[in-house]
T-cell receptor, first 112, second 114 residues
Framework: AQSVSQHNHHVILSEAASLELGCNYS??????LFWYVQYPGQHLQLLLK??????LVKGIKGFEAEFIKSKFSFNLRKPSVQWSDTAEYFC??????????FGAGTTVTVRA | DTEVTQTPKHLVMGMTNKKSLKCEQH?????MYWYKQKAKKPPELMFV???????INESVPSRFSPECPNSSLLNLHLHALQPEDSALYLC?????????????FGSGTRLTVV
């Protein structure tokens, strides 16, 4: 069964700092990859997705992610965070079956 | 219309009540999903409907009963729930089932069982 690992449970940083969240998955075949964000009390929003093509994907709100197939990784980055980026971030993988598998999530707290 | 609409947004129900959650999309998506999310946890898949037929039931207790009346609507009927069933229930849809499709999530129904 496929699994998704997010390395950091809770990340705390100051405004303007750079952010990188790790995501690794276990499936060996072709995958679709997603990052979702959930602001406090709100629903899941898609930040970005990778299906094929350029492994560097740009999403909304200044986020980007890089797919490295050899490392089974899809790390999320943002060069300069804002207080409003405080949220829960979920990596998710679809390996071709019905199931979108989520990582455990990373709580990001940005201090003003 | 690029949204998945869920109603109600909040629901409080007793353990002997019967209630229903509703989900609607008008994007022509042929796969629809119910997820359950506990606080600070990732969403967990409950059910998948593909072309209005139940294709996956992730061993969900029978007190949760899904229904897909047509290609735009998905219901989740609730009966005799337990307090531990309190959670955010998310509906999602995709153009098809499987790889190659993006998912659109609704804003969820926050359910409290008392």
């Amino acid at each position: 069964a496929q699994s998704v690992s997010q390395h950091n449970h809770h990340v705390i940083l100051s405004e303007a700092a750079s952010l990188e969240l790790g995501c690794n998955y276990s499936y060996g075949g072709t995958v679709n990859l997603f990052w979702y964000v959930q602001y406090p009390g709100q629903h899941l929003q898609l930040l970005l997705k990778y299906f094929s093509g350029d492994p560097l994907v740009k999403g909304i709100k200044g986020f980007e992610a890089e797919f490295i197939k050899s490392k089974f990784s899809f790390n999320l980055r943002k060069p300069s965070v804002q207080w409003s980026d405080t949220a829960e971030y979920f990596c998710a993988v679809n390996a071709g079956d019905y199931k979108l598998s989520f990582g455990a999530g990373t709580t990001v707290t940005v201090r003003a | 219309d690029t949204e998945v609409t869920q109603t109600p947004k909040h629901l409080v129900m007793g353990m002997t009540n019967k209630k229903s959650l509703k989900c609607e999309q008008h994007m022509g998506h042929r796969a629809m999903y119910w997820y359950k999310q506990k606080a600070k946890k990732p969403p967990e898949l409950m059910f998948v409907y593909s072309y209005e037929k139940l294709s996956i039931n992730e061993s969900v207790p029978s007190r949760f009963s899904p229904e897909c009346p047509n290609s735009s609507l998905l219901n989740l009927h609730l009966h005799a729930l337990q307090p531990e069933d309190s959670a955010l229930y998310l509906c999602a849809s995709s153009q098809g089932q499987g790889r190659g499709y993006g998912y659109t999530f609704g804003s969820g129904t926050r359910l409290t069982v008392v």
